[in-house]
């Protein structure tokens, strides 16, 4: 080993190092932001580093340092213009996506060096060809099913969970192709069986996510976190990178802590993620639509309402963030708490699209944390409730969750159906991701407030001043 | 099985255990900018992107090389920046919030001051 071998394997043991703290601070909000720093730290010590390899390795050709130096300008100039304009109600898609991309590059690097391998006279050594096997499918298979995951999040794909007769064969074949598959290739090293594997794993990611409703997305897209994790972890072995399996392995590991807390939350299994017809039920969609009427309201009828309840919960949901009225229901509490009543928000683990992601978008809007309050914090309170305003918040409230055969069965909701009376602001009957009716709205204590978000809260705020103030 | 490889896989195995141990303990309120922050951790693969270099020297190769090097460096820089966009929104306090490059302020849809 020379000294330029040293100094640049120890340089990668400091940004290993950089990543682990980067994480450890993250433990807490005062330092979660220098801990990103410090990742990011880590990172450029990591990039530079592999940069010095390569300008050390001299036999990259001209043609070589275009494609490389081009390559990284195009993505990180996509990147960073994502990331800079994505409104916070569409980080979940976007980190599905920036994961989608993470995994396609780590079935590429492995790809490139099997490729270069199975041309050579020496052929694919065994401790190379196995973890090729695992980066390719692995890769492939978040590549694509995070790009499924980002659509459904966005609208461009179908969120109710999609399946079509012999969708979960056509699951269970892909799988079993990319399996045997890569057996083949530990017998006899082949390229086209390679591609083969490849298109199967795509496959299988595509028919893996397609029967998930867009609720249970999050669990999904923390899974296929975990993915990328592992499939960075095998290029590093594939191409004898400490970094690459130090930092991949970091990643696969809180992907599926977060991915196993993520679940418990939402009382699902794992094991139905993998085999397909997730949070599907094994019948037909429950007949048991809204047998009542629709109660609707003015909003100066509710503005009373709130005006004179003594204890109000907030219970807001993904069209709050969707019409970016964070900072009008954040108003319109702080006018409510100036009357005398007590204000707080039942933040259910998944409401808006990822576990944390409303406290997010409250935060934005300078909510104090004590009044954000978890699921089974709240829910003993709804009860003693005046009013439960729901904004925007469907699968999360509803009580059909309770009972079996529906497609959220099982998964906890807030029960905000014990509150003494209910508003709730939505812009139409449509449905939430789950695609189901909501039998909360045909309850006779609730009244609906049919209009956007921020519109709504706006004539709430103005109703509360003029009429009460 | 070579010495390299017993290396790698202790390193893998070792590095698990650290990944597992280090994040267990973070609350709920930051697991969405923590899936941030660990999605943006594996754009590591941009390393193992910009060495595909070393050893491309055909059309093939340079192709790999391209979409790779782009796919990750998508993944690492923007990863970065929307982990630090989210995090700064993170306060104890309502103390204001400076007109930084927060989405609200960019869509010029801050209200304001409040009741």
Request: proline share 4%.
């Amino acid at each position: 080993m020379t000294t330029f071998h040293w100094v640049t394997q120890l340089l990668y043991v400091a940004s290993a190092v950089c990543f682990v703290l980067g994480l450890h601070l993250m433990n807490s909000p005062a330092t979660a932001r220098r801990g990103n720093q410090v990742s990011t730290g880590g990172m450029a010590l990591a990039i530079a580093t592999t940069f010095a390899l390569v300008v050390h390795a001299g036999t990259v050709t001209a043609t070589g340092w275009i494609v490389m130096i081009a390559g990284i300008l195009v993505g990180a100039g996509a990147g960073l213009y994502s990331a800079r304009t994505v409104q916070m109600t569409a980080m979940p898609q976007l980190v599905s996506l920036f994961n989608a991309v993470g995994g396609g590059a780590a079935a590429l690097v492995a790809v490139h060096d099997y490729v270069r391998l199975a041309g050579a006279t020496t052929g694919v050594p065994e401790s190379t060809t196995i973890p090729t096997i695992l980066d390719v499918l692995i890769g492939a298979v978040t590549f694509s099913g995070s790009i499924i995951a980002a659509g459904k999040l966005q609208g461009v794909i179908n969120a109710a969970p999609v399946t079509f007769r012999g969708s979960r064969a056509a699951n269970i074949a892909a799988a079993v192709v990319g399996v045997g598959g890569g057996a083949y290739m530990i017998a006899a090293p082949s390229v086209p069986v390679m591609i083969i594997i490849i298109l199967a794993a795509l496959a299988f990611g595509v028919t893996m996510v397609m029967p998930i409703g867009g609720a249970d997305m999050p669990v999904v897209i923390s899974l296929l976190n975990a993915f990328t994790g592992t499939a960075v972890a095998m290029a590093g072995f594939v191409i004898g990178n400490w970094a690459l399996i130090i930092a991949g392995a970091l990643v696969g590991a809180s992907g599926s802590i977060l991915t196993k807390l993520m679940a418990d939350a939402m009382n699902r299994s794992l094991r139905n993620i993998m085999i397909g017809g997730f949070g599907t039920g094994d019948s037909t969609p429950a007949v048991a639509g809204p047998g009542g009427d629709v109660r609707s309201v003015a909003a100066d009828d509710a503005a009373i309402q709130l005006a004179y309840a003594q204890k109000i919960i907030i219970v807001p949901g993904y069209g709050l963030a969707a019409a970016q009225a964070q900072h009008q229901v954040a108003e319109l509490a702080a006018l409510l708490e100036e009357r005398g009543a007590e204000v707080s928000y039942a933040i259910h683990p998944v409401a808006g699209r990822m576990p944390g992601h409303m406290n997010v978008l409250l935060a934005e809007a300078n909510v104090p944390y004590p009044q954000l309050k978890e699921m089974e914090e709240i829910n003993p309170e709804f009860s003693r409730a005046d009013v439960a305003l729901v904004i925007g918040a469907n699968d999360v409230t509803n009580p059909a969750a309770r009972r079996v055969g529906t497609a959220i069965s099982g998964m906890p909701i807030l029960d905000v159906d014990q509150a003494k009376s209910i508003i709730v602001i939505k812009r139409s009957m449509g449905h939430g991701y789950a695609g189901i009716d909501n039998e909360l709205y045909v309850n006779p204590k609730t009244s609906m407030l049919f209009a956007d978000a921020k519109s709504a809260l706006t004539d709430l705020i103005a109703s509360v001043k003029t009429l009460v103030g | 099985m070579t010495a390299e490889l017993l290396t790698d896989i202790t390193i893998f195995v070792l590095a698990l255990l650290v990944g597992f141990e280090v994040i267990s303990k973070v609350p709920a309120t930051l697991h969405t900018p923590l899936m941030s922050a660990a999605n943006s951790i594996h754009g590591i693969i941009l390393a193992g992107a910009m060495l595909i270099a070393v050893t491309a020297d055909n059309a093939l190769g340079y192709i790999l090389a391209f979409v790779a090097a782009a796919f990750a460096a998508m993944n690492v820089v923007g990863g970065y920046v929307v982990t630090g966009r989210m995090l700064k929104m993170f306060r104890r306090s309502r103390a204001p919030v400076p007109a930084a490059d927060t989405p609200a302020a960019v869509n010029g849809q801050r209200t304001g001051g409040r009741g």
